[in-house]
């Protein structure tokens, strides 16, 4: 080994070691500043020595950022899932079945059930090689590449449970009762669950807000979401925790489940402390007990209990049913829920006109806030409930951010109460409301007149994705309207500078950066235009493909419904959107003075890709779903970059254009003929370097 090398791997042994202390233990050994400086340490001993890469490194963990495609993978041992049970009887029915058909002492593990994303790990040689998702059970997702980047999963394992010293280690390994159990197996498996704490879901979801993007219901729905990002060095940002709570494998350390997870502490994963061994049912009913107040003041979410039998050969007796092992169970939480009175329900409408009833209550305490409101979604959710005024309701947070009405205590309901009845006329123009057909929302389609359909379509249009204009918030929105000053978009543009210095709140600066913003917006191109101007449907990405295809906003408004739908991905509800929008003299108009104004109507031809003939003579073959193009597109690139697309792979495939979930036949006879695969991202690196 040379001098460079050793010092390169230890370097990484030290790293990991003070990575285990900090993020698995909570217990830093040194400082951030130190922690740091070593890493950038061994960071250019790697860039000097790109010989010596290794995917496990602890300079790895930031992730790479070209966006990388997921295979599936066949799991090893199927992942099953727990049968659920929902009070103490049933925990007692699993626990005297268990009992008869041992008949002999045994052990229950409890633990938390984590409400994350579960996640299957594969070490050899004490190393991560894989990482896979649940998917159906049967196979799920690679996503190696964004699990590294969890600081709690361990890439490589404590070595150090052999011949490190230190006062923790010692005290697992004294504890353990199998001394020898600690060799780590050549290779084995670890299952476990991905979580994103409440404290990273709330900042997310803040910042998400903030960007106008879609918020998480839950930290669940963020943790599966993130783990599918297809940039690692985003996944890296987010701050992902994960517990670890089932190991399988051929050679394990000990042959009780409470053995393994101590040796699996040992190695360095992240073991829970709430984890019990308890040798009768009323200890088992106490850990319930515990844990169902306890865990609202966990840093994550739980939603039940897991009851596992201890002896990993008592378990091999049980076996499994189809679904599920015998010898586990879940208990879940009651979502904590409170009753409380319904007052009132108002209507709120959005900038499209959708229609959204929210339930006024008396205030109730529920998870540690005060909850007055609760959202009632739509008509057929109150006929459901067939929800009455004054009505006794229970309200559920079930760890979605906006708490739900899930039931009425109709016994207790007052004889003469009113049924709530959706209104039939917008609360704020008073037009005859509309459902379309198969639609659960009601519409207030008076979108030309209607206050805050006009409010909401202007803070739209400002907004940071659309035509990005600063300083224009809602309340300013909202006084230049009342004043008069503002009651369409293009009005925007015909603001003075003493309009809006005189606004409350306002003065000559910030009136001043306003119209160099709104000045500024004159550049922003077609497709953003377009989605500004906050067509039903019409989102980003629509936008940008009806810009790319049509090219001029002339084009799409003599566009029928037709030919709008034979644009990829464009369908009926889309094009019927847009035909009716541009029906309108309003909007006629509207665009008109967008355009004398000088917004962009056009996509600007210059900017367009210019053919090349990089791909002279290649054979592509296109497979997979794709991000950032259609397949039409890709089409389209390839052609005008002088290449051939063809349908089947062949020793003559130049290589394949590989999207997400590529058939696994396709992939087999890629590898078979050798035939490489390139990724959209390398695919438009390609391209790009050869534009005019
Ligand atoms: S053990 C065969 N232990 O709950 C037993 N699962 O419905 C495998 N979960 O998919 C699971 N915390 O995602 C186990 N302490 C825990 C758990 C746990 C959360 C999840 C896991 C699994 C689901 C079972």
Redesign the pocket.
């Known amino acids: 080994m040379t001098n460079i090398e050793q010092q390169i791997l230890e370097l990484r042994e030290r790293l990991n070691h003070y990575n285990y202390h900090y993020y698995v233990l909570s217990q830093p050994l040194i400082s951030d500043f130190e922690f740091d400086k070593l890493l950038a340490e061994l960071q250019q001993l790697e860039n000097e020595n790109p010989q010596y890469f290794d995917p496990n490194s602890p300079t790895q963990r930031v992730g790479s950022d070209i966006n990388q495609n997921f295979t599936q993978v066949k799991h090893e041992y199927p992942?099953?899932?727990?049968g659920n049970t929902y009070n103490e009887g049933e925990v007692a029915d699993f626990y005297n079945r268990v009992a008869k058909a041992l008949n002999t002492p045994f052990e229950i593990v409890c633990?938390?059930?984590?409400d994350g994303t579960?996640i299957s790990l594969i070490y050899e040689k004490g190393e991560l090689v894989r990482a896979v998702t649940?998917g159906d059970g049967e196979k799920g997702d690679d996503v190696t590449g964004n699990v590294r980047t969890i600081r709690t999963i361990p890439l490589t394992l404590n070595k150090s449970t052999r011949q490190r010293t230190d006062e923790y280690e010692v005290r697992i390994i004294a504890d353990s009762p199998n001394h020898q159990g600690i060799e780590i197996p050549d290779k084995f498996e670890i299952?476990g669950?991905i979580l994103m704490p409440w404290k990273v879901f709330e900042d997310l979801n803040k910042e998400r807000e903030a960007q106008e993007e879609p918020l998480f219901a839950n930290p669940r729905n963020a943790a599966s979401g993130t783990l599918k990002l297809q940039n690692a060095s985003e996944v890296a940002k987010r701050k992902l925790d994960a517990y670890l709570?089932?190991m399988l494998g051929e050679n394990l350390p000990a042959d009780t489940h409470s053995g393994c997870l101590q040796a699996a502490s040992a190695y360095g994963f992240k073991i829970s402390d709430a984890v019990k061994v308890c040798k009768t049912l009323p200890e088992v009913m106490d850990y319930i007990k515990y844990w169902d107040k306890e865990r609202k003041n966990l840093p994550v979410a739980t939603d039940g209990i897991?009851l596992k039998v201890n002896s990993l050969t008592q378990q091999k007796n049980l076996g499994y049913t189809a679904k599920s092992?015998r010898w586990?169970i879940?208990y879940k939480f009651q979502a904590e829920r409170a009753l409380t009175t319904l007052q009132s329900v108002s209507y709120q409408v959005g900038r499209t006109g959708a229609i959204t009833p929210v339930a006024n209550l008396d205030p109730v305490q529920l998870s540690g806030t005060v909850v007055k409101r609760a959202s009632l979604h739509n008509a057929d959710i109150i006929e459901g409930l067939d929800l009455h005024i004054g009505d006794k309701v229970y309200v559920e947070k079930g760890g979605e951010i906006i708490p739900k009405i899930t039931g009425v205590e109709s016994s207790v309901r007052d004889l003469f109460a009113e049924k709530v009845q959706f209104i039939t006329h917008c609360p704020e123009c008073g037009t005859p409301l509309v459902r379309d057909e198969g639609e659960a929302a009601h519409y207030c389609p008076n979108e030309a007149h209607c206050p805050p359909q006009i409010k909401g379509k202007m803070v739209h249009f400002v907004s940071r994705k659309a035509m990005n204009i600063d300083g224009l918030g809602e309340e300013t929105i909202d006084l230049l309207y009342r004043n008069g000053l503002a009651r369409n978009i293009a009005d925007l543009y015909r603001l003075k500078l003493l309009d809006l210095a005189l606004l409350e709140r306002m003065g000559e600066k910030s009136g001043r950066r306003i119209l160099k913003s709104l000045e500024a917006s004159k550049q922003v191109p077609f497709a953003r235009v377009l989605f500004a101007l906050g067509i039903r449907y019409v989102g980003e990405t629509v936008a940008k493909r009806l810009s790319s295809k049509l090219k001029s906003m002339q084009a799409l408004m003599s566009a029928s419904v037709e030919e709008l739908m034979s644009i990829d991905e464009i369908g009926e509800s889309i094009a019927q959107s847009l035909v009716a929008y541009f029906a309108q003299d309003e909007n006629k108009q509207l665009i008109a003075d967008l355009q004398d104004i000088g917004l962009q109507m056009a996509i600007d031809e210059q900017t367009q890709p210019v053919g090349s003939d990089v791909l002279k003579g290649k054979t592509i073959v296109i497979s997979g779903t794709f991000v950032q193009h259609s397949r039409d597109e890709l089409k389209n690139l390839i052609e005008q970059h002088g290449g051939k697309n063809t349908g089947s792979i062949s020793k003559n495939t130049s290589f394949i254009l590989a999207g997400d979930n590529m058939g696994p036949a396709k992939l087999e006879k890629a590898t078979q003929l050798g035939v490489p695969l390139l990724s959209e991202q390398e695919f438009l690196a390609l391209i790009e370097q050869n534009h005019g």
């Open positions: 992942m099953l899932s727990l633990e938390l059930k984590y579960s649940r299952r669950e709570y089932y897991v092992p586990a879940a």
